[in-house]
Nanobody, 119 residues
C-alpha cells in the first residue's frame, strides 16, 4: 500500500507559477499528475516513469515534472498559469511499469490539491 500526500496548491494570478509536491510513503515506479475541473473528466497532466517524463501535449512547455528519488517525492512546476488551469490536481502512483496517461493505470491516489488561477 502506497500513501500519497500532496501539497502546494493555492490561488495565483494568471501568468504566475506554482509548484506542487507529492510525497509517497513507499517505492513507486511511476508517479503522475492528473487534474479535474468542475464538470469535467479527470485528465492527464504529466508523469514520471522509469526515469522518463511524459506530458499532455497541451501542457508541455509550461509544466515540468521532476522527482527526488531520495525523498520519494515528485514535483509539478507550473508556469505561465492560465484561468483554464484551475482544477483539483491529483497525484497518482503505480509500483509497476505501464501506460502512464490514464487514471485507470494508477492504483494509488492522493487526496487532491486545489489550484485556482484568477484572471
Amino acid at each position: 500500500q502506497v500513501q500519497l500526500v500532496e501539497s502546494g496548491g493555492g490561488l495565483v494570478q494568471a501568468g504566475g507559477s506554482l509548484r506542487l509536491s507529492c510525497a509517497a510513503s513507499g517505492r513507486t515506479f511511476a508517479m503522475g499528475w492528473f487534474r479535474q475541473a468542475p464538470g469535467k473528466e479527470r485528465e492527464f497532466a504529466a508523469a514520471w516513469s522509469g526515469g522518463g517524463t511524459f506530458y499532455a501535449a497541451s501542457l508541455k512547455g509550461r509544466f515540468t515534472i521532476s522527482r527526488d528519488n531520495a525523498k520519494n517525492t515528485v514535483y509539478l512546476q507550473m508556469n505561465s498559469l492560465k484561468p483554464e488551469d484551475t482544477a483539483v490536481y491529483y497525484c497518482a502512483a503505480n509500483i509497476r511499469a505501464g501506460v502512464v496517461s490514464r487514471p485507470s493505470d494508477y492504483p494509488y491516489w492522493g487526496q487532491g490539491t486545489q489550484v485556482t488561477v484568477s484572471s
